[in-house]
């Protein structure tokens, strides 16, 4: 049974870059799509990046294209989120989201049934 531990969330000034990771354990990923999302309180959850692990296909928002780069990392099982020129409104709750599928649909956060606890991104001067 796949599980997801994600990491590496904290303060950051506007301008600045932090890296998330996404642990994997369980089962390889492999099989699955690895999705990014962020959720701030009172909106909707956003897909950010998604990663198809079989075949490599990167998805990102237009809000974060040429900023975040998402990565696997087939010997750790983690999938990364590096976040460059982090901006005041990509604060929010990150979290990496799991489905068996094969697909990804940053839209439609429900795609994903398998979630992290979310780790907390803060950009503040």
């Known amino acids: 049974h796949l599980q997801l531990v994600e990491s590496g969330g904290g303060p950051v000034q506007p301008g600045g870059s932090l890296r998330l990771s996404c642990a994997a354990s369980g089962d390889t990923l492999d099989d699955y799509a690895i999705a990014w999302f962020r959720q701030v309180p009172g909106k909707k959850r956003e897909g950010v990046s998604c990663?198809?692990?079989?075949?490599?296909?990167?998805y990102y928002s237009d809000s974060v294209k040429g900023r975040f780069i998402i990565s696997e990392d087939n010997a750790k099982n983690t999938v990364d989120l590096q976040m460059n020129n982090l901006k005041l409104e990509d604060t929010a709750v990150y979290y990496c989201a799991a489905t068996p599928y094969r697909l990804c649909v940053l839209q439609d956060y429900q795609v994903y049934d398998l979630w992290g606890q979310g780790t907390q991104v803060t950009v503040a001067s």
């Open positions: 990663v198809v692990i079989r075949d490599g296909s990167l």
